[in-house]
């Protein structure tokens, strides 16, 4: 395929050869003058057009099919919706009957005129091209997708195909959409209908919720004090697991569906090999390690991992699924009670700090504006420190969180023994998968850790997904269909 970069200085087509599979993004990476570009109007985001429609930056490039695509940039949002951006790789030999396209209209109907994340994207486009895998729900292509707001799923919306105005609603299989135009319009203002969770917690429970919150918080405590947001946390609790190999913990993570956990590949890296896709030790998850006085239970023998991915310098690239080897009630998958990244506010952390017992840490979330002052705080408290932290670790510091905008970042007690922990909003949706931090020994010889961060659980899923179809993992596949 050939692509055109709009740009002052030359305007000529740059052809590029896709002989492996991956997105168009990965692959407009090799041009170096794109790569250029980039660099250029890194504060602008990219539109991908092909045929006069613009396609996702996680497009497939083996869709593409010797066509000419154009680069564009228009004026970013105030914090665009990177879930899109990544580099995993997508499956060569998945046969191009299993993939459908469709296309939306940039403009939405009555009532639900803005659904375009980017309200500039309009300025270029009029419609967008939309992949996804037959046997899924149309809602699921839409939110991998990562240009849409979130209107569309918190409304009753459908597609209204502009041709025969024959709706397709969002519950409905995207096998019927290939090559066809719709526009999104909403049926009525009322959310989707679906099953709500009871309030009620026994008294049990709610003592649970003191040993849980039993650690020291500060001031950010406050914002998960409300009755009602701790009972929902205490029953998302149960899902939420210690990760321990040969009986040793090695980090934390929760149940996402059926018999299938997932944690950060770090966590398990040294103990899998991936080459042979096989464990080398004995790794289990305990669901109940709540109290040193209690009698321990709900321990699970992990029996194989089906998905890993461990690239540190790659966002979003460290994670496993573990499949369980057992036949008992397991608590609820969390996947069922996902969400998008918060822009600000409240978050709650849920796992096994320091190897312990379960516990939760409420905390805000730090802009991106404000990254340097977390950072420049970190440092004027310990310029005294000289042998031990130098201002060039504050530097890489500020570096790293500003380089990289695809993690949610925070400030948390949760260190060592929490990876793979998940991070839930304020309306107690999983947003994140808490993955590390930039930790010191402070002047009074405590552990800390400048800033904290968790990558987005939407962009995991996305990964997971495309690495799932690429290994014909099909149960894991089903398995987020039927979620999702």
């Known amino acids: 395929m050939s692509c055109r970069e709009r740009r002052k200085i030359d305007k000529r087509p740059t052809t590029i050869t896709c002989n492996k599979a991956g997105t168009v993004e990965d692959l407009l990476k090799q041009s170096s003058q794109f790569r250029e570009t980039v660099e250029k109007l890194k504060h602008k985001e990219l539109v991908i057009v092909r045929d006069g429609k613009a396609i996702s930056s996680h497009f497939p ?3 593409i099919k010797n066509e000419r695509l154009t680069v564009k940039y228009v004026k970013a949002t105030d914090k665009p919706k990177k879930a899109v951006s990544f580099s995993a790789r997508l499956p060569r030999k998945a046969p191009t009957r299993e993939l459908v396209m469709f296309h ?16 500039a994207l309009k300025t270029k486009v009029q419609e967008v091209t939309v992949y996804a895998y037959k046997g899924e729900k149309v809602k699921y292509a839409l939110r991998r997708d990562g240009r849409f707001l979130n209107t569309i799923f918190k409304k009753t919306c459908a597609l209204a195909n502009i041709s025969t105005e024959v709706n ?23 959310s989707p209908s679906s099953q709500q969770p009871s309030t009620k917690t026994p ?29 929902r946390l205490m029953d998302l609790s149960d899902s939420v697991c210690q990760v321990r190999v040969n009986g040793s913990a090695r980090g934390s993570g929760f149940l996402l569906f059926g018999k ?20 080398d030790e004995k790794v289990t998850v305990h669901f109940s390690f709540e109290s040193l006085e209690e009698v321990e239970g709900g321990q699970e023998e992990v029996e194989e991992i089906v998905g890993f991915e461990y690239q540190p310098d790659v966002s979003g690239c460290d994670w496993a699924l573990l499949r369980l080897r057992t036949q008992r009630a397991l608590p609820d998958g969390l996947l069922a009670h996902s969400g998008f990244l918060p822009q600000s506010g409240g978050i709650c952390i849920i796992g096994h700090p320091d190897g312990g017992v379960k516990k939760i840490d409420p905390c805000l979330i730090v802009k991106h504006e404000n990254h340097n002052q977390v950072v420049e705080k970190h440092y004027n408290e310990n310029q005294g420190q000289i042998h031990l932290i130098t201002s060039r670790f504050f530097e890489g510091v500020a570096q790293s969180v500003q380089q990289n905008q695809q993690v949610l970042t925070y400030e948390s007690c949760f ?16 947003v994140a998968m808490h993955s590390g931090g930039y930790a010191y020994r402070s002047s009074q010889g405590q552990t800390q850790s400048v800033i904290e961060f968790g990558y987005p659980l939407s962009v995991v899923i996305e990964r997971m997904i495309v690495q799932a179809v690429e290994t014909e993992r099909f149960d894991v596949i089903h398995n987020v269909w039927c979620v999702s």
């Not at 709610?206 to 998960?224: D, K, P």
């Not at 299938?260 to 464990?279: A, P």
């Not at 260190?415 to 999983?430: A, I």
């Open 61 to 63: 490039c083996s869709l």
């Open 104 to 119: 939306v209209l940039a403009k939405g109907g009555k009532n639900v005129v803005r659904i375009m994340r980017n309200p």
């Open 168 to 190: 397709t609603e969002m519950s409905n299989l995207v096998d019927g959409l290939e090559g066809k135009t719709f526009q999104i319009i909403m049926l009525n203002k009322s």
């Open 203 to 231: 008294a049990s429970k709610l003592s649970r919720i003191q040993n849980l919150f039993r650690v020291e918080y500060g001031q950010n405590a406050q914002m998960c004090r409300e009755v009602k947001t701790m009972k």
């Open 260 to 279: 299938f956990v997932l944690t950060n590949g770090h966590v398990v890296k040294d103990v899998y090999n991936e080459n042979q896709r096989h464990l």
């Open 415 to 430: 260190y060592f023994g929490s990876s793979g922990s998940p991070v839930f909003d304020q309306h107690c949706k999983v």
